[in-house]
């Protein structure tokens, strides 16, 4: 009857290192493998998808990106590995792995790691970011 535990516990250590995956039609991102190079940046970006409504990006934080608005995307976020923080203007709040941020174009924001590890998410953005939508905020 002692074998029951052991396997019982054994299934729950493998479960616990499920991580979520990206699915897109012609591939699945299940784990990421970021570079050295990528490692070293404070942020660092994979992109994934691109047509003209969307792009999709994978994200990976190790501090926080600057005050900024993004004048003509909306961006959706989902938080894949790791505990950041979402600040806006008014509030700011606590993000863990499997939560999702929508931010409207226009809308003041930052994220900040707060993990002992960078953080990873997936972005969507729409329409389709080309890399020049980024307006720091001045304050």
């Known amino acids: 009857m002692k074998i029951i535990p052991i396997i019982s516990i054994a299934l729950l250590l493998i479960g616990c290192d499920e991580r979520p995956k990206v699915v897109l039609p012609n591939i699945q991102y299940k784990n990421i493998e970021w ?74 924001h930052w994220a900040e790691n707060i993990d002992s590890e960078a953080s990873v998410v997936f972005a969507v953005f729409s329409p389709a970011y080309k890399g020049k939508d980024n307006r720091l905020a001045t304050f």
């Open 35 to 108: 570079s050295n190079s990528e490692k070293s940046k404070n942020i660092a970006l994979k992109h994934l998808s691109r047509n003209e409504q969307s792009s999709t990006h994978l994200i990976r934080i190790k501090g926080s990106e600057k005050p900024h608005y993004h004048d003509t995307h909306n961006l959706t976020v989902t938080i894949l590995e790791g505990d950041s923080i979402i600040h806006f203007k008014d509030q700011n709040i606590s993000l863990h792995q499997g939560d999702v941020v929508y931010i409207p174009k226009g809308t003041y």
